[in-house]
């Protein structure tokens, strides 16, 4: 059985694969990670998003060397289609984060402009650090900017990088990784940063730092962190998508 004949004729966009393998491989590789994480009783290394991301480019990297292809082609034709189906849910996906919201409003209202300003001032102070910090690496231009989005969720960062120069598979990368840290670091971060006694603070910083995953385990901390850290994901969204444009543009990155 050749390439061709299995997922589509690689070089016609009109065919471009089948959907079903696309979602098929995501839900597989997911579910592994489940699985895993809750046998090793919650380890970090075995996150399903981390476990998914790893293990699906390593089975397209297979499947890329047993039909003969390259990486790229195989992604674009095989995995793409149905990739593009399961990434159109996450924008409904981010919006549920206005449940756990609108269950602490009374907190939110209490302390909206703390809120806002920290989370505001904090984003602008990360863009010079990233830069500088990249720039310290070696980095080139695409991909600095393909870190400077990552403090918002995947949903929102990847766009943002692609529009100014960036690689947007690189930035979910760095979204995810960047997630699977603060999940593993929560606990240890909340007690060096002593928010043990300030919900509002510990909910703020895992959605900013740990987007999805982070508010993910300040739900399991509280419903005011979870309330904080849904917040704080919608917030920082919303000034990634407005700051680091021009930002980019300043520096020269596009």
């Not at 699985?35 to 480019?57: D, H, T």
């Not at 102070?125 to 980095?139: A, M, P, T």
């Not at 909910?203 to 740990?210: E, R």
């Not at 739900?219 to 680091?244: K, N």
């Amino acid at each position: 059985m050749t390439w061709v004949n299995f997922f589509g004729n690689a070089l016609d966009p009109k065919v471009g694969g089948i959907a079903f393998f696309g979602i098929f491989l995501s839900l597989a590789v997911f579910l592994i990670g489940q699985y895993l994480f809750k046998i090793s009783n919650g380890f970090f290394l075995f996150q399903p998003l981390f476990v998914g991301m790893v293990l699906g480019i390593f089975i397209l990297w297979l499947l890329a060397k047993w039909f003969g292809v390259s990486l790229p082609t195989f992604y674009m034709s095989a995995y793409k289609p149905g990739g593009d189906i399961l990434f159109w849910f996450l924008n409904p996906a981010t919006i549920a984060f206005a449940i756990p919201l609108y269950r602490r409003n009374d907190v939110v209202k209490k302390f909206w402009l703390e809120i806002v300003l920290s989370l505001i001032v904090g984003m602008v102070i990360s863009l010079f650090v990233i830069y500088y910090v990249s720039k310290g690496l070696g980095l080139n231009n695409k991909m600095i900017a393909s870190m400077l989005p990552q403090a918002a969720t995947t949903a929102i960062a990847m766009p943002i990088s692609g529009a100014t120069g960036g690689i947007p598979a690189v930035t979910a990368m760095a979204c995810i990784i960047n997630a699977v840290l603060i999940y593993a670091l929560a606990d240890v971060l909340i007690k060096v940063f002593r928010l043990n006694s300030d919900p509002v603070g510990a909910g703020l910083g895992l959605g900013t730092a740990g987007h999805t995953v982070g508010s993910a385990k300040a739900v399991q901390l509280g419903s005011i962190q979870g309330a904080m850290a849904s917040i704080a994901v919608v917030v920082i969204s919303i000034v990634v998508d407005i700051v680091v444009p021009p930002f980019a543009h300043m520096m020269g990155l596009f």
